[in-house]
């Protein structure tokens, strides 16, 4: 008789691990269903011990993660959960290598590297690799190592860029957490990741981000750590400590809470004609895309001064986290008018035509003394531009940013990776 679980019928188990069992879902093709254990494991599995209700508390994390992960715009294999201990997620084939981000020097960092004070800050976040060899305790690998290793899964050989995109993505992950811990008024020290192969051949974030997957000090201070390493420091495990680490486990996961921010700022275009709406149109588009509110707005600072003051103060009384963008051509009033009467971003996006580029482009930039609005010709950047002012205060817009930098890395290797060994004539 088949086994089920959540609803979804199991098929064969594809991989046992010491907290998790990973199962084919053959009425699901390309995704697998990730069941969590009740166990908590330290030294590749030397120090292990059973721990009630750990494998709902670890799933709830990795959820809350992934789903802030999701949110901002990476590739995981993350779907959802489907009981309080397991998940589905996409099916890929493991690439066996950790990958570590550490933002302070600690732990065996100091053990391999002699010399450094605990507490050394890396800016950028310090980047290790690690071959998944319980039986020769995870050797730290370099990128030659790898590369040498020649891996080949779904079809994906890992070379040079697959490397580097995998570094890339490790900062990304690291930075967006990082970020997002710290509204929490908590340090993320250092943590570890898994990339997998889709059957696409895609290199997606995979596998688990919980409270075994990195160090965390509340206030910065590591005497208050309420990661796995309360475990792993213990001499002797008695019922009391485990409940601690259990304790330690739950505050984490409810600390998670609501960790993806609210939405509560806006970007209002006004352009100073209707016939502009193209325009605008192109750069509510790209707001959209990364995750802004938007409202376009018809106005002239010249033709109806009154009303262009009266829409400014309508936004200023309502909300708090405003960014103005002025589309105006020929003799820009709008932007420099919306500056000199907000305290608010203002940011010019002129709508230029070929034939009255420069005037148009002069007309935004010549402003006057004591005015701050800056200038910008294509949609996407004058969304950009918006994006990086209101991302200061909101990490996950910050986070859709940090994405797209990646997005733009991994376009330019699979253009390079098109074109290489192509000879013209």
Not at 162 to 191: G, H, P, S
Not at 371 to 393: D, F, M, N, R, S
Request: net charge neutral; hydrophobic share 40%.
């Amino acid at each position: 008789m088949s086994q089920s679980i959540g609803g979804h019928k199991l098929g064969q188990l594809i991989i046992e691990g010491k907290t998790k069992q990973v199962y084919d879902l053959p009425d699901k093709k390309g995704f697998c269903l990730i069941q969590s254990k009740d166990r908590i494991t330290a030294g590749d599995g030397v120090k292990a011990h059973d721990l009630a209700g750990k494998a709902a508390i670890s799933t709830q994390t990795n959820g809350k993660v992934f789903s802030l992960l999701n949110a901002a715009g990476l590739n995981t294999a993350y779907v959802g959960p489907v009981t309080e201990t397991a998940f589905i997620a996409k099916k890929c084939a493991m690439i066996p290598i950790e990958w570590v981000s550490r933002r302070l020097a600690t732990g065996s960092f100091l053990r391999r590297n002699p010399g450094v004070p605990e507490g050394f800050r890396f800016c950028p976040p310090k980047q290790e690799t690690f071959f998944k060899d319980d039986a020769n305790h995870d050797p730290q690998w370099c990128e030659e190592q790898i590369l040498a290793a020649n891996f080949q899964f779904n079809g994906r050989t890992i070379g040079r860029n697959e490397v580097d995109y995998m570094r890339q993505y490790t900062i990304v992950v690291f930075e967006i957490l990082e970020k997002a811990w710290a509204t929490r008024d908590c340090a993320l020290i250092d943590m570890k990741i898994e990339f997998g192969v889709d059957e696409g051949g895609n290199i997606i974030l995979a596998d688990v981000i919980d409270s075994d997957s990195w160090r965390l000090w509340p206030g910065s201070d590591k005497r208050l750590m309420k990661d796995k390493q309360v475990y792993r420091n213990l001499t002797s495990v008695t019922q009391s400590d485990l409940e601690t680490v259990k304790r330690n486990f739950e505050w984490v996961s409810k600390q998670l809470d609501g960790i993806i921010p609210k939405n509560d700022s806006l970007v209002v275009v006004l352009m100073g004609s209707a016939s502009d709406q193209a325009h605008c149109e192109k750069i509510a588009k790209h707001c959209l895309d990364l995750g802004l509110n938007v409202e376009l707005r018809v106005t002239s600072a010249h033709k109806s001064t009154r009303g262009t003051l009266d829409i400014v103060a309508e936004y200023e009384g309502s909300l708090g986290k405003l960014v103005f963008i002025a589309v105006a051509g020929r003799s820009n009033g709008l932007g420099p008018v919306v500056s000199g009467i907000t305290t608010y971003p203002v940011i010019n996006c002129p709508p230029v035509k070929p034939e009255n580029v420069t005037v148009d482009i002069w007309s935004s930039l010549n402003v006057p003394s004591g005015l701050g609005c800056t200038t910008v010709i294509y949609p996407e950047a004058a969304a950009l531009a918006a994006a990086q002012i209101l991302g200061i205060g909101n990490s996950l817009i910050w986070s859709k940013l940090r994405v797209k930098q990646l997005t733009n890395i991994s376009t330019l290797q699979k253009g390079d990776t098109g074109l290489k060994g192509v000879k013209t004539a």
